[in-house]
């Protein structure tokens, strides 16, 4: 987790300036780019918290118990929290009282990079060999990209980022449509909350210069590819991303030392 945190900071802090008009003087003295510390134990802390409110399915005490527990958390760290409310339609007819968490870190800037995570669990353990019907724990799937945005949030709240920072916790990402349905196929039936986000801008002409979507980043020896959507719309960031791993760190294992991974 140490590893991750450190290249989606480098990122951060590198990403955002503007390419010089003229080259470079190779004799200048370079710019020490400072990034702040990371806890993997307060990342791991803040994964159990999740958990011990149970599978945060739509709907549930857990999910609104851990909602509230997200919005208080990120309003002792951000500058600004804003709870973007919306009833939206699974694909089983069920409306799910959705909530996306939007915290930020100096609103009132024009340049900025949006970090994301989705907060929901999976109703049911559809990829499962038993229990299919079984709503999963969600360390992993949901969980473990979470704490590492609230242990960002902490530590930007200790030495604030340069740029404008938004951090977005989705929900109803993981209401999907299983591949065994007896309902009739619903086009993108993942990704409620993202959806009504994109549509409905927790701010008119909202845009960001960076984007970095965490999903499952606990995985024992977890390799995470180059995909195809963000090659196609982002190379140069991606490349850049890919860069900054190949400089930093050497890629072992994201899961938590000694710890269950999902």
């Given at each position: ?65 851990c909602g509230e527990y997200l919005i208080n958390t990120l309003n002792r760290y951000c500058d600004t929290v804003i709870v973007q409310k919306a009833d939206l ?173 999902y």
């Amino acid at each position: 987790m140490k590893k991750i945190i450190l290249i989606l900071l480098s990122l951060l802090v590198q990403g955002c300036g503007n390419e010089p008009a003229v080259k470079k003087n190779t004799s200048a003295p370079k710019k020490v780019v400072e990034v702040p510390s990371f806890n993997s134990d307060s990342a791991y802390d803040f994964i159990a918290k999740q958990v011990a409110f149970g599978p945060r399915v739509p709907n549930s005490k857990a999910h609104q118990a851990c909602g509230e527990y997200l919005i208080n958390t990120l309003n002792r760290y951000c500058d600004t929290v804003i709870v973007q409310k919306a009833d939206l339609t699974a694909f089983n007819g069920n409306v799910l009282k959705s909530k996306n968490i939007i915290a930020s870190f100096k609103p009132e800037r024009a340049k900025r990079v949006m970090l994301c995570a989705h907060w929901d669990t999976r109703p049911f353990a559809d990829q499962a060999e038993t229990n299919k019907n079984t709503p999963i724990e969600g360390a992993n799937d949901g969980g473990s990209g979470v704490a590492v945005l609230l242990e960002m949030a902490r530590q930007f709240s200790i030495k604030k980022p340069d740029v404008g920072v938004d951090i977005i916790l989705f929900d109803s990402e993981d209401y999907g449509q299983p591949d065994e349905s007896e309902y009739p196929r619903m086009q993108h039936s993942y990704c409620l909350g993202s959806q009504y986000w994109a549509q409905n801008l927790h701010k008119p002409n909202y845009f960001a210069k960076y984007g970095i979507l965490l999903d499952m980043v606990g995985g024992k020896e977890a390799v995470f590819t180059q995909e195809l959507t963000s090659m196609t719309f982002a190379e140069k960031t991606v490349k850049k991303f890919g860069i900054l791993l190949l400089h930093l760190v050497t890629v072992d294992s994201f899961c938590f030392k000694n710890q269950p991974c999902y």
